[in-house]
Each structure stands twice: as structure tokens, then as C-alpha cells.
């Protein structure tokens, strides 16, 4: 699968994003689509993960609670990273990541697949 994440841009303290990221094809169940964001010279960190199955459990990190929700759109093979109340530490590339199974994991190297990603800044 490939996958194509967008919707990054430049806004200010508190601003909000909405990022896509789109699948070449349908992603079936039991598979999980996650959310990663990395600075440079760091490692990718965990933001949001959403089981793609009938209940659609997600998952976040601590500094993504209460402020982003992952959701996804069947019609479309597209999932969702609505940022909200964005922080100048939220400031980052993001991306979208797949890897089959219904048991989440936090770590980059756990997902198989990912595309390019998408510049998030913020600015005070």
C-alpha cells in the first residue's frame, strides 16, 4: 500500500490542522494506521493510532490527548489527524504509517509501510 499524507502549513500558537492521509487502496480490517512526528535529528514519536476494524479504537500519545483526534473515512481510504490548540512542541514532519495486526505499537519500526510526510509549523 502506498500511502500519502498532506495537509501540513504554517499557523500560529493555537492554531489547528487537519491532515489526510490517503491509501492507494482499501486498507482492510485489522490493520492499524498510525501517526508519527519527527524533528530534526530525532526519532520518529508516536502521535495517534487507530485500529481499523468495527469498533475503531484509537490510541494517543500523552501530548496529543484532548487536543488531536485520529478518525478515518472508508469511502475515501483516508485517515484523519485533526490538530487542534497547536503548541510550538507540535511543530514537526508528520507522518502517516500501516502495518497489519489489531494490537497497537508505539514505535516507527513496528509499521511497515509510510509515505512521504507533511511539514506541520508553528509559530507564536
Known amino acids: 500500500v502506498q500511502l500519502q499524507a498532506s495537509g501540513g502549513g504554517s499557523v500560529q500558537t493555537g492554531g489547528f490542522l487537519r491532515l489526510p492521509c490517503a491509501a492507494s487502496?482499501?486498507?482492510?480490517?485489522?490493520?492499524?494506521m498510525g501517526w508519527f512526528g519527527q524533528t530534526p535529528g530525532k526519532e520518529r514519536e508516536f502521535v495517534a493510532a487507530?485500529?481499523?476494524?468495527?469498533?475503531?479504537?484509537?490510541a494517543y500519545a500523552d501530548s496529543a490527548k484532548a487536543r488531536f483526534t485520529i478518525s478515518k473515512d472508508n469511502s475515501k481510504n483516508t485517515v484523519y489527524l485533526q490538530m487542534n490548540s497547536l503548541k510550538s512542541d507540535d511543530e514537526a514532519v508528520y507522518y502517516c504509517?500501516?502495518?497489519?495486526?489489531?494490537?497497537?505499537?508505539?514505535?516507527?519500526?513496528?509499521?511497515?509501510?509510510w509515505g512521504q510526510g507533511t511539514q506541520v509549523t508553528v509559530s507564536s
Open positions: 504509517e500501516e502495518r497489519g495486526g489489531s494490537r497497537y505499537a508505539y514505535y516507527t519500526y513496528h509499521y511497515p509501510f
Open positions: 487502496k482499501v486498507i482492510s480490517d485489522n490493520h492499524i
Open positions: 487507530i485500529i481499523l476494524n468495527s469498533d475503531d479504537n484509537t
